[in-house]
């Protein structure tokens, strides 16, 4: 079941896929998936929602399987409170991975030891970019934002999202938390966590970093730890994972 070409990887994988390709998982991927997970799938009434979750679910666990080197419905997962997935702790294994969507694109990062988090954002021009900058974001990043352009605020608005989100989920923090607490940067050339409820220092402890993924979306990962570096799996070497199913 182990395919070597993933087993040896830098600090962080990032893996991505276009769930509009993988169709075939439907069929030949529900198999794999945990009871839970069937039930919740048969409990989804939107079709297009029902085949994204399946297809997710099923990636997600073929990726798990290569790094485990065990079968694909042999892998265990468990829920935080806020809903982020991790490995049972009877794999004994310091495995971290999470994951994103955004319609139909999808991304996982894997890595080891430290806490990670990856968002993905889609640009969608029809949003009420004052209204939710209002209400999520810091008083220096609702004024950096309107010191732009039209066209770069709707860019740098999903980038500060994806990298708020990013941090949220690596921290394993939800939105009650509060977006506004999480200042980072406000441009399309540098990512940084500027401050956390108001605390420049603790910064230092995280790793922050944009993702070009896939065009008009927005996508960051952070992870609690040094600065890691990246690998961004190709369209082959995930294509090979997805056809194991």
């Known amino acids: 079941m182990q395919d ?38 048969d409990s989804i009434v939107v079709e297009k929602h029902r085949q994204r979750v399946i297809r997710s679910r099923v990636v997600l666990r073929l990726l798990l399987a290569n790094y485990l080197s065990i079968f694909p419905n042999e892998v ?51 949003v009420d970019f004052q209204g939710i900058a209002d209400r ?10 309107q010191e732009l352009t039209v066209s770069q605020r709707v860019r740098c608005f999903f980038d500060v999202w994806a990298r708020k989100e990013a941090f949220l989920k690596a921290s394993g923090q939800g939105l009650s938390f509060g977006l506004d607490k999480i200042e980072v940067t406000v441009n399309a050339v540098e990512a940084r966590i500027l401050s956390i ?8 402890e995280w790793f922050l970093r944009d993702l070009e993924l896939f065009e008009e979306c927005s996508a960051a990962v952070v992870q609690h730890g040094p600065n890691a570096r990246i690998r961004i799996k190709s369209a082959d070497e995930t294509e090979q994972i997805c056809s194991t199913a």
């Open 4 to 41: 070597s070409s993933i087993t040896e990887y830098p600090e962080i994988d990032l893996w991505r896929v276009d769930l509009n390709h993988l169709s075939h998982l439907e069929k030949t991927g529900f198999a794999l998936l945990s009871d839970d997970e069937s039930k919740r799938i």
């Open 76 to 126: 265990l997962l468990e829920y935080e409170t806020l809903g982020k997935p991790y490995l049972h702790p009877d794999h004994q294994s310091d495995l971290q991975f999470n994951l994103s969507h955004s319609d139909d694109y999808w991304i996982c990062a894997v890595t080891r030891r430290y806490e990670i988090g990856v968002d993905v954002q889609m640009r969608k021009s029809k």
């Open 136 to 145: 999520y974001y810091s008083a220096s990043e609702k004024t950096n934002l």
């Open 197 to 204: 409820n108001g605390d420049s220092e603790v910064t230092r």
